[in-house]
């Protein structure tokens, strides 16, 4: 069974059709015991960061998700806030990544939105991908790169598309809105 994180972000719906699309059995849900049993735990997200950190510590579910073992896929806010701290709503995040959260510069448009390709890839997550493929991402803060970076795309300047650390992966952009490109990283998460 995959748990589809249930928080206070948006975009949980999305992600679970893309999931069913896909043939597995899922569930959207805050709870723990749920979240701990899962096969695989998805923590999708459109929202802020600061009220979304804060309903996960009420909740206890900060906790939870550093303690999962299984693997665990951030999406978009829910990779920003796996990263220690986010410059949006100077707001301190779960550390799973050594990595600082940061706003672009207003040197282009921000937010960042629509389709880019890569400029690395690396790893089991994006098998039979490559970095002429474009993804879909939205997003106005971006997570530094580090030795966690697994992709990495350039909007302004270059930025960690793609994270992992030990059964932590989170991508920047939208899998569930990324097309067959996005559904090919969904699965490979879905198969790990």
Known sequence: MIAILKYNAG????VENAVQKL?????????????????KVIFPGVGEASS???YLEEKGLDEVLKSLKQPVLGICLGLQLMCKFTEEGDTQGLGIFD????KFPPKDKVPHIGWNNFAFLNGSLFEGIDTIDDVYFVHSFYAELSEKTIATCEYILPFSAGLQHNNFYAVQFHTEKS?????????NFLQL
């Not at 975009?11 to 999305?14: L, Y």
């Not at 097309?179 to 990283?185: A, M, P, R, S």
């Open 99 to 102: 990595v600082l959260v940061k």
């Open 11 to 14: 975009n949980t719906k999305s």
């Open 179 to 187: 097309g067959k490109i996005g559904e090919q990283i969904l699965k």
């Open 52 to 54: 979304a950190m804060k």
């Open 23 to 39: 043939g597995y059995d899922c569930v959207v849900t805050d709870d723990k015991d749920l979240l701990q049993k899962a096969d």
